[in-house]
């Protein structure tokens, strides 16, 4: 019944911009939290973004601030991530995920474990 549909991605230069779209459907409850994800070639799945539904608040990782802006447009159920000053190192498949246990929030650590749903990714390429 849950979905995340994301979007956005595709192949840019070092130093451009994307914009990737997280369109969410399926869940009742006011209380949960959109995270975005990323996961590169070979490597861990690691927490880039996150932003409460409920309250607005919002975390990034340390490799995203000041580059990355979350945002969420709760009427149409939409969350967004800006990427700005893309990197190489910014390459991966990036994902949307919901944690809607009860009392939840952004957390500043990799909170993978509590992901109750998954989009199915889109990729970002960022060639130097």
């Known amino acids: 019944e849950v979905q995340l549909v994301e979007s956005g991605g595709g192949s840019v230069q070092a130093g451009g911009s994307l914009r990737l779209s997280c369109v969410v459907s399926g869940i009742t409850r006011d209380g949960y939290v959109i995270e975005w994800f990323r996961q590169g070639p070979g490597t861990e799945r690691e927490k880039v973004s996150c932003?409460?539904?409920?309250?607005?608040?919002?975390v990034y990782a340390d490799s995203a601030k000041g580059r990355f802006t979350i945002s969420s447009d709760n009427a149409e159920n939409t969350v967004y991530l800006q990427m700005d000053n893309l990197k190489p190192e910014d390459t991966a498949t990036y994902y949307c995920?919901?944690?809607?246990?009860?009392?939840?929030?952004?957390?500043?650590?990799?909170?993978?474990?509590?992901?109750?749903?998954w989009g199915q990714g889109t990729q970002v390429t960022v060639s130097s």
């Open positions: 995920a919901a944690d809607v246990n009860p009392g939840t929030w952004c957390r500043d650590a990799n909170t993978a474990n509590l992901v109750d749903y």
């Open positions: 932003i409460s539904r409920s309250d607005g608040s919002t």
